[in-house]
């Protein structure tokens, strides 16, 4: 607390001793003009007075300081109020003058029609002042001069935009005429004067634009003739001028080069030719003639003899020309040529129709086949004619296609003409024909034409489409199942009867699964993997492939014949057919096979056995029935003679039939051996016939013989041919009626000998001829013929047996005819047969 009152005493001490001595200046101040010793006295009497007691003074230094800062502060406004004063005089007329002058620059600025824009520095508020009907309407905003689009074109407007941002951030001046949308010439100059971008718009006067564009044509002229200069100077073709007199006045490096001069100097000094004498006079008397000369000439540059192309102009005064080596050109142009020629013999080698017409739709090529397919006239079409001409020719001919409207499909068809890519159609003519026709455009201009007989081609591929649709529905009709597998191992076609058989997902199947795939998905009903191996090596193998026949038996109890088989194509095709009703009547029927075979057996066996049983008693009997026939015996009563006779009969029939079995089982058996030797066919007919003569005389019949004398021999078992013909002529008498005849005939071919024996008989029915050569078949057919029915079968196994044949032609009512064929030569027989 101490020291904040001490603080205080120091503060008012302070600011009495400021109050003595501003008390002291005021009174100075005021007193300055007063004489000199009133204020010491006034000085000393302030100074006495400041001796009185601090604290009353400090009191009064307060306010006596307030009281002369009043006064001072009221001083100091009284002076600058008169300073002030003084300067506005001062400032008003300095701004008199400066509006005087500033009238007078607008006077002078504005004399002409002309717009002022101006920007201050960091402002991108413009002032514009001027005459703004200079671009636009009178009552326009002025704002609106800023639009440069509404008053420029959009080239010059874009250029002024671009101008003015170069000068606003850049300081970049410019100086443009230009040209207003209603035909008006201005100028625009840009300038940065005093940190702001100013812009002046004014028209141009007649003498001003002339001057304007008098001093751009010659800008623009000095350009090009630098740049021009330049461009020539390092060309690389030879240029030269020469002048009226022929001298040569310029040449560039590439000509002082071309006539292996030092320097242009040199060139122009030695006046050196670039071409041949002879050339040079074409060339000038060419330019005589004419304003130019061109031409491709030969010219030897650098010992290297090289093909230029010469442009030389008339200029009045002289003459300037160019050589542009051309030699790539010409060689590639010589190729194009032969090219152009080698194809032109090509396409005439083509079977399609080829037509080639130029930009301007005139023909310009076609080939031989062209000329053929349509049957043009030659003449015309070496005369080029027009697309449409020709167009018009066929319609006329009716050789195109039939159109409602024919002009708008020519006016398609000629759309060609403007097309980048090509097209392709197909014609249908009215003669039954089909033409694709290929257009493509030219790069050259026009279009290509390529016609192509496809008729064939559409009729084949219809036919096979037809085929195709045929296979599919087959296949799909088929109750085998049908799989092909690609070489990639893949299945590429089913059949549904496949799908069915082995339970598998026709949408499954057209996913082309693998072999491998589908052996799974079948392995549930059949899981052999040898027979899996087995089918998927003939799939997928690439040597040796050969066709793989397999039985598949499966689980569910069918049973399925397999055959894989590789197709000319690297395909496999896999064939799947159940089997199974057939397996079972194949093991139904050789079962019973086997039991006939086995019945049969027994039955030979028993015949064996029964022939052999009766030989032996039937030839005791007869032994002694001849024993007891010879009168050396002793007498027999008639009775007991004619007992003997019916038992040496009935004995004698019977070994005749129990003989005849046992042969007929010993041929079935294989076990038959002919023996062979000469047959004389006469005597053969006379012991078959001996045989029958008590039968003969019995029933009254006559027995005609008609064989030729000379009719000779054959190769054959004499006793065998002599039983066959026996049973013939036995059959046919007990067939044959009462007072009846039969006939027997031999005749004699290049390569057998025809046995024919004829009877009277009742014939045999057609039903029953493929019947009458078995075993014991026997039928009387109304007659009194009684026998075991062996006979016909021992005929044509001895006749087979022989290497013949045997054929019965029969007519009910009238009689029956058989013919045996036996072989002349057995040898022959013997190795045909082996």
């Not at 010469?310 to 030699?327: E, L």
Request: glycine share 6%; charged share 25%; hydrophobic share 45%.
């Amino acid at each position: 607390m101490s020291g904040v009152i001490v603080s205080m005493r120091r503060t008012l001490l302070s600011c009495t001793s400021l109050a003595r001595d501003g008390l002291m200046g005021l009174v100075a101040t005021a007193l300055l003009p007063a004489a000199p010793a009133e204020a010491a006295d006034l000085t000393h009497a302030l100074l006495g007075l400041l001796d009185l007691n601090r604290q009353e003074l400090a009191v009064l230094a307060t306010a006596l300081a307030l009281l002369g800062f009043s006064v001072v502060a009221a001083i100091l406004l009284m002076r600058t109020r008169v300073g002030a004063a003084k300067n506005e005089a001062r400032l008003r007329t300095k701004i008199g003058e400066l509006q005087f002058q500033a009238d007078r620059f607008s006077a002078l600025l504005f004399a002409e029609p002309q717009v002022l824009i101006s920007w201050a520095a960091g402002d991108n508020r413009p002032q514009i002042s001027g005459d703004i009907s200079l671009v636009l309407s009178p009552d326009a905003s002025p704002q609106r001069v800023l639009a440069f689009g509404t008053w420029l074109s959009p080239e010059p407007a874009l250029q002024m935009d671009h101008a003015i941002d170069a000068l606003r951030d850049h300081g970049e001046g410019f100086h443009l005429n230009l040209t207003t949308a209603s035909g008006h010439a201005i100028e625009a100059i840009g300038r940065a004067i005093g940190g702001q971008a100013i812009v002046r718009i004014r028209e141009l006067s007649g003498l001003r634009r002339e001057l304007a564009e008098t001093s751009l044509r010659h800008r623009a002229l000095l350009e090009e003739s630098e740049m021009l200069r330049g461009f020539a100077a390092t060309a690389p073709w030879p240029i030269w001028a020469k002048s009226e007199k022929g001298n040569l006045s310029y040449a560039n490096a590439a000509y002082v080069r071309a006539t292996e001069a030092t320097s242009v100097t040199d060139a122009l000094e030695r006046n050196l030719e670039l071409l041949d004498s002879g050339d040079r006079t074409d060339m000038e008397r060419a330019l005589k003639n004419s304003a130019s000369f061109d031409a491709r000439l030969p010219i030897v540059i650098g010992g290297e003899r090289r093909i230029y192309d010469v442009h030389t102009v008339n200029m009045g005064r002289g003459s300037v020309g160019i050589a542009i080596d051309a030699s790539e050109a010409h060689a590639l142009s010589s190729a194009l040529v032969q090219m152009a020629d080698a194809h032109r013999r090509t396409l005439d080698q083509l079977s399609s129709g080829v037509a080639v017409f130029d930009g301007q739709r005139r023909l310009a090529f076609h080939n031989d086949s062209y000329r053929r397919l349509w049957d043009l006239d030659r003449a015309f079409l070496d005369s080029n004619p027009d697309d449409s001409s020709i167009l018009d020719q066929l319609r006329a001919a009716r050789k195109l296609p039939e159109q409602p409207d024919f002009r708008a499909w020519k006016a398609k068809l000629h759309e060609a003409y403007r097309a980048v890519e090509p097209t392709k159609d197909t014609w249908f003519l009215p003669d039954g024909r089909a033409l694709s026709v290929v257009t493509t455009p030219n790069p050259e201009g026009g279009v290509t034409y390529l016609f192509d007989d496809v008729t064939e081609s559409l009729d084949l591929a219809r036919r096979f489409d037809g085929l195709i649709r045929v296979q599919r529905e087959t296949l799909d009709s088929l109750a085998e199942g049908v799989a092909v597998f690609g070489s990639n191992g893949r299945a590429q076609l089913f059949n549904p009867a496949f799908a069915r058989m082995w339970k598998l997902s026709p949408e499954a199947l057209r996913e082309q699964p693998h072999i491998e795939t589908v052996e799974s998905w079948c392995r549930p009903l059949f899981d052999d993997a040898t027979a899996w191996w087995r089918i998927r090596e003939a799939i997928t193998s690439i040597e040796n492939r050969v066709e793989v026949p397999l039985k598949l038996e499966r689980k569910d109890g069918s049973v399925l014949d397999c055959v894989v088989r590789p197709l000319p194509d690297g395909a496999t095709m896999l064939t799947f057919q159940d089997i199974t009703d057939t397996e079972n009547v194949e093991r139904a029927l050789r079962e019973r096979n086997e039991a006939l075979e086995a019945a049969d057996q027994m039955k030979l066996d028993f015949v064996h056995h029964v022939s052999y049983e009766l030989r032996a008693p039937l030839t005791t009997i007869i032994g002694f029935a001849h024993f007891l026939s010879d009168p050396a015996t002793g007498p027999l009563t008639p009775k007991q003679a004619e007992y003997l006779d019916y038992v040496t009969k009935s004995t004698n029939a019977l070994l005749a039939l129990t003989n005849n079995i046992l042969d007929l089982a010993t041929i079935d058996a294989g076990a038959m051996k002919l023996e062979l030797g000469p047959v004389d066919i006469g005597k053969a007919i006379e012991a078959a016939a001996e045989g029958i003569q008590d039968r003969l005389a019995t029933d009254r019949i006559r027995l005609k013989v008609d064989v030729a004398p000379n009719i000779g021999s054959f190769v054959g078992d004499e006793r065998r041919v002599v039983q066959v013909l026996y049973n013939l002529l036995a059959n046919a008498v007990g067939f044959s009626p009462p007072d009846a005849a039969v006939g027997i005939t031999a005749r004699r071919t290049d390569r057998s000998v025809v046995f024919t024996v004829i009877d009277s008989g009742p014939g045999i029915p057609a039903e029953m001829q493929d019947k009458v050569f078995n075993w014991f078949e026997s039928h009387s057919h109304g007659s009194r013929h009684r026998g075991a029915g062996l006979g016909l079968s021992l005929v044509r196994s001895f006749v087979e047996l022989h290497g013949g044949k045997v054929r019965v032609d029969s007519i009910v009512g009238k009689g029956t005819t058989v013919t045996c064929d036996f072989p002349i030569d057995q040898a022959a027989h013997r190795d045909a047969a082996e």
